[in-house]
Nanobody, 129 residues
Framework: QVLLVESGGGSVQAGGSLRLSCAAS????????MGWFRQAPGKEREGVAS????????DYADSVKGRFTISQDNAKNTLYLQMNNLKPEDSAMYYC??????????????????????WGKGSLVTISS
């Protein structure tokens, strides 16, 4: 059974940085897609960034490009999201998610309709102006 546990959320002022971590267990296959998603109150959940395990290929939402970086430490089975130059509109609950799929299906656009199979419980990020 896949288990995802997020950590690293918190409250910072605009322009600050945070790094989210997602500890993964139970992932027994090498071909998987992992991603970060967020949902603000009253808004739909949106994909923030995704990464494919074997190739390390990444995809980002336009709103975070140049500010956020997704990475993975396979030795530690941990996914990260480095968030820099944070803005108030980045405030949301951030979720780590995973699914077993092929690399061409790891884009945020594809996962928006296809969904993800496994989800963490989320980590709250609050950015004050």
């Amino acid at each position: 059974q896949v288990l995802l546990v997020e950590s690293g959320g918190g409250s910072v002022q605009a322009g600050g940085s945070l790094r989210l971590s997602c500890a993964a267990s139970g992932i027994t296959y090498k071909t998987y897609c992992m991603g970060w998603f967020r949902q603000a109150p009253g808004k739909e959940r949106e994909g923030v960034a995704s990464v494919y395990s074997d190739f390390g290929t990444t995809d980002y939402a336009d709103s975070v490009k140049g500010r956020f970086t997704i990475s993975q430490d396979n030795a530690k089975n941990t996914l990260y999201l480095q968030m820099n130059n944070l803005k108030p509109e980045d405030s949301a609950m951030y979720y780590c998610a995973a699914t077993f799929t092929f690399p061409q299906y790891c884009s945020l656009a594809y996962r928006k309709t296809a969904g993800m199979d496994y989800w963490g419980k989320g980590s709250l990020v609050t950015i004050s102006s």
